[in-house]
């Protein structure tokens, strides 16, 4: 079964920093971004935002599993 991002931590300004995955694991951003690189969180799709990279749900019709509507951890 594939990871699913299931938290997340922010920044200040909101931006997100860090990511718990499905298997009790919280990774940064960067770790994140490498995992969908690699296959590994392949539900999620990579953004650049001001010149840094994101993940993003890939689009479907479900708003629950935006990134933004994950708990904060």
């Known amino acids: 079964m ?3 991002i299931t938290g997340r931590r ?3 300004n909101g931006a ?3 990511y718990r995955l499905s ?3 919280i990774v940064t951003r960067e770790e994140a971004v490498r995992m969908c690189r690699d296959g590994l969180l392949p539900d999620y799709n990579i953004i650049v935002v001001n010149g840094v990279e994101y993940l993003r749900d890939n689009p479907d019709t479900r708003e629950e599993d935006n990134i933004d509507n994950q708990p904060l951890i």
């Open 23 to 25: 298997d009790g694991r």
């Open 10 to 12: 922010e920044d200040e």
């Open 2 to 4: 594939a990871l699913r």
């Open 16 to 18: 997100n920093t860090h």
